[in-house]
């Protein structure tokens, strides 16, 4: 390592994206310092609910996260660490011909890919989801090899792995990225203390616009806010995330080992800014979909709330890139898939930083893209 660099690699963001690109840098051999304004997780990332999918309606999504249940898969051997994966499956509920339609069509291209997702009728579904209404309900799309895990362990697990060779610094914000000659050369901390590297990765989540400003960059990542709920513990008598998309619909699932539900829906009109404040509007609205959805639901208790943010882009793709600022890489805007896709985006990522070429072809994640083109699976 040249004497001027304090590290090999900065990452600025403690959530799944800058901890697990960390960890791919660390795992390639590079000195990695990671830098979080608050604790690890204290972003989306802790505030998400752990759904792992693989449907999704274009070639690179679908792989990406096949690759990413890859890489759950095997994380207990490779972090040493139980990041309660379970593979219980997505069920994406159709209550209309359009959905139908769409979720068929989308199947073909999933299995194609060697997905093993299938259109289920409504006697099927009554198995994989005992008691639910299906006033309406005209099939499903079901892939049982998608999943869950526990978001704050597995950042847990990539944090440690990164100190190894490297430090992880909490409550130690990043004021600045210091540019000389259109090169990033180091970053500032809010104590003033700088620190050097030739590579700089701003995965700061919904933060990413707002932080971007400084250096001249316009980052086009929004963030909106979604709430979430558990319940207490009931007897587990469902596996799947059920996901129901009409526009008062929601989605949770029941968390295998421990039996409390958990889940949130998409605010029908968005609620745009970075407010993580909970209302009491979301706790009474989706106990009501909810118990639509399985009325015995009606009688358990929700035990807390909490919000978060989303990091949307126009068209519900990614940014994994470089930018003109050289070593300067920007990893962000998952939509609301940041946990689930977050693997392989740090493999993904590590080998673009370091080799200057992404291990296949993910031009639909560059930062300067056509952001017309909308993820239909969302
Ligand atoms: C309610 C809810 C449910 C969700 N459910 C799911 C789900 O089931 N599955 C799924 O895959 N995804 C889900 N998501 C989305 C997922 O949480 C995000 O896509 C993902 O966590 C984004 O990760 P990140 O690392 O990019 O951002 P973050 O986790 O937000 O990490 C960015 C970090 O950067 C830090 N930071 C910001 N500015 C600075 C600075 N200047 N210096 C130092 N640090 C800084 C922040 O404090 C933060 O910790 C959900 C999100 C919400 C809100």
Known sequence: MDCRWTADAIIIGGGIIGCATGYYLTKKGLKVYLFEKEYLTAGSTGRCIGGIRQQYSTELSIKVAMESVKKFKIMKEE?????????DGYLFLAHSEEKEKTYKQLIKLQRNMGLDVEYVDVPAIKEIVPGINTDGLLGGAYCPSDGQANPFLVVDGYARKIKEKGKVFTYCGIEKINIEGNKVISVTTINKENYFAPIVVNATGPFIREFSKHIGLDIPVFPERHESLITEPIEVFFKP???DYRPDGCYFHQKAKQGSIIGCYTPIPNVPGNDVRSSFEFIIEMGRRMARLIPKLADVKIIRQWAGSYEMTPDGNPI?????????????????HGFMLGPEIGYIAAEYITTGKPPY???????????????VMK
Do not use: H, N, P
């Not at 050289?326 to 962000?332: A, D, Q, S, Y």
């Not at 072809?361 to 993820?375: G, Q």
């Open 241 to 243: 995330m059920v996901v």
């Open 79 to 87: 972090l040493g660490m139980d990041v309660e994966f379970e593979q």
């Open 320 to 336: 994994v890139d470089k930018t003109d600022i050289e070593g300067l890489w920007i990893i962000g805007g998952f939509c609301g």
């Open 361 to 375: 072809d993910i031009s639909e994640f560059a930062l300067k893209r056509d952001y017309s083109r909308k993820e």
